[in-house]
């Protein structure tokens, strides 16, 4: 599954959001994380700039804001 974490350099809950994700990847869900600058573009920036970390599934609508721990993101992507 492919996952977009949205995110800006310098932020220390993307970077938590980041351990997070790689953490369930470790254990067993099959992730690709793209990380996705949201400086280098207006539209992000007024989208996710007061809500990043964000997590979106590349193939679907919703997204995951913050906060959010291991067990919501696991039920975000199952859904």
Request: aromatic residues 6%; negative net charge; contains cysteine.
């Amino acid at each position: 599954m492919k996952v977009r974490l949205f995110t800006t350099q310098g932020c220390h809950l993307c970077e938590q959001a980041l351990h997070l994700l790689r953490r369930l990847q470790a254990q067993d869900l099959p992730l690709e994380i793209e990380l996705v600058e949201i400086a280098d573009s207006a539209l992000l920036m007024e989208q996710y700039g007061s809500r990043i970390p964000v997590i979106r599934v590349t193939d679907r609508s919703d997204d995951l804001g913050w906060p959010f721990d291991a067990t919501q993101v696991r039920h975000f992507l199952d859904n």
